[in-house]
Structure formats: structure tokens, C-alpha cells
């Protein structure tokens, strides 16, 4: 395992900036106080807080709020490029961490104020107001993975987690945890939001772009995430991020 860079508790962002990352190289916890919009220009990245995990692609980008802790990790050589704004510039209103869609005239924006040419000054500024102008309208998409603190689903969460292709059902998987399956849908809803296939889809998901970013084939990556079939994953994974596996790996 790659040694996680060490960062202040608190650290200063002033601008963009880009930070190659080698493969499983992870940046250590620390926050910021302004706001973050964190896209990879290269490979996975994962973003992790305390009560979620966030594994994106470069099609996709995380909206840090400031204050927030977290950690990254990469999957495959990536690369962080980021952009800043103050705390209270928030085009979307976030309070929390979200993924947004990007579309490509933003991904162009970031890469070019991120880039080894970056502009300074009043065309700079152009640039950022014109990424804002794009988050404005940046669609919020339901692809993070809330974190349990209830010691049953976390129990649970821990045994799908080590095994995505687990495909117990949530009455077997409670029986491991001990707990009943209605007080398990009814924690997965309450303290998540979320129902358990939806959760179990896009913890699957998640380990998906992890082992596509390794260069594991499509197939092998459908069964060790435990979809029933290739066209079944690819099927999901274009509902969940707009292009196929095998188009996403030639990206």
C-alpha cells in the first residue's frame, strides 16, 4: 500500500491546482475553508469523508463544501485538478458533498486553469466565473455512498464491502448481522435515505470503477461485483454515468 501524503489538519487552497497521484496513493485527512470542486483529469479518484465515499471518474466531479474533512485516494496514476471558491459562493446551495454531472465545456475549463499554461489575473477569473455559471446548472447525481453509524448496517456494509459480489439477500445478510430484515430497510432508509438495493447497486458500482480503472475486463468486473450478468452491469453503470464500461475505460 502507497504511504498516504501527509497534509496540515487545515489546508490553504488559494487558487486551482493539479496534484498527480500515483496508483493507491492516498492525501491524509485534512479540510479546507473554502469551497472545493474536485474533478480527476486523469484515472479514479476517491473522495472520503465521515459520513460518505465518493469514487469518480473524469466525466464526473465532487462538490467539497468548505469545513467538510476528507481524505482521496487514487485508483489507477490520476490526477486532482481543483478548483476554489469562497465559502459563500455556492451555486447549488450545498451543504453537503455532492457529485455533479460535467459537461465537457467545463471539463475544458478546468483543465485549462489547472494546466501547466494556466491563465493569472482578470482571464482567470473569466474562467472561474464562467466553471460557476456551468455548476449553476450542473445536475446533482445520486452517486454517493452514505456511511452507516448504526453498528448493524455498519456490520453489514462491512461484510459487502470486503465482497461486492455477495448476493445474499438483505433477510440472509441479517441473519449474519443479527438483526431482522425490516429493521434493516427501515435503518437503510432512515439513516441513509436510501433503500438497500440502491445502496448495494451503488457500492457495487463504486468497486466497478475501481477494478475497471485497474484494468480488469468487462466481464470480470460484472462477476466480482456481483451483477448477474455483463448486459445487466452495462446497462446500470450507463444509467449511473452516462457512457459504457469499455467506452469509460478508453477515456
Known amino acids: 500500500m502507497s504511504p498516504a501524503r501527509q497534509l ?5 487552497e488559494t487558487g486551482p491546482s493539479r496534484h498527480p497521484l500515483a496508483h493507491h496513493e492516498r492525501i491524509d485527512w485534512h479540510w ?34 468548505a469545513g467538510v474533512a476528507h481524505t482521496h485516494r487514487a485508483h489507477g496514476p490520476s490526477e486532482l485538478r481543483c478548483l476554489v471558491y469562497p465559502a459563500g459562493t455556492n451555486p447549488l446551495g450545498l451543504s453537503a458533498p455532492a457529485v455533479l454531472a460535467v459537461t465537457p465545456l467545463l471539463r475544458e475549463i478546468v483543465a485549462h486553469l489547472t494546466g501547466p499554461d494556466a491563465p493569472t ?5 473569466t474562467l472561474e466565473l464562467a466553471a460557476l ?3 449553476a446548472h450542473a445536475p446533482e447525481l445520486p452517486l454517493g455512498l452514505p456511511q452507516p ?3 448493524r448496517l455498519r456490520d453489514l456494509a462491512a461484510l459487502l464491502t470486503a465482497d461486492p459480489s455477495d448476493g445474499r ?7 449474519a448481522v ?18 438497500f438495493p440502491q445502496w448495494r447497486t451503488q457500492l457495487r458500482l463504486q468497486h466497478a470503477l475501481v477494478l475497471l480503472a485497474q484494468g480488469r ?12 450478468s455483463p448486459s445487466a452491469f452495462i446497462e446500470a453503470f450507463r444509467h449511473a454515468f452516462g457512457t459504457t464500461p469499455g467506452r469509460h475505460q478508453q477515456q
Open 217 to 228: 475486463s468487462v466481464t470480470s468486473t460484472a462477476a466480482a461485483c456481483g451483477f448477474r
Open 8 to 12: 496540515p489538519p487545515h489546508q490553504k
Open 133 to 135: 455559471d456551468q455548476l
Open 178 to 195: 443479527g438483526a431482522g430484515e425490516r429493521t434493516l430497510s427501515r435503518l437503510f432508509r432512515r439513516e441513509l435515505g436510501l433503500g
Open 32 to 65: 479546507h475553508d473554502v469551497n472545493q470542486l474536485i474533478a480527476p483529469g486523469l484515472g479514479v479518484l476517491e473522495v472520503s469523508t465521515p459520513h460518505g465515499r465518493w469514487v469518480v471518474p473524469p466525466h464526473r466531479a465532487v462538490w467539497l463544501p
Open 169 to 175: 439477500s438483505l433477510a440472509e445478510l441479517g441473519r
Open 149 to 151: 453509524t448504526d453498528p
Open 121 to 125: 489575473g482578470r482571464p482567470a477569473r
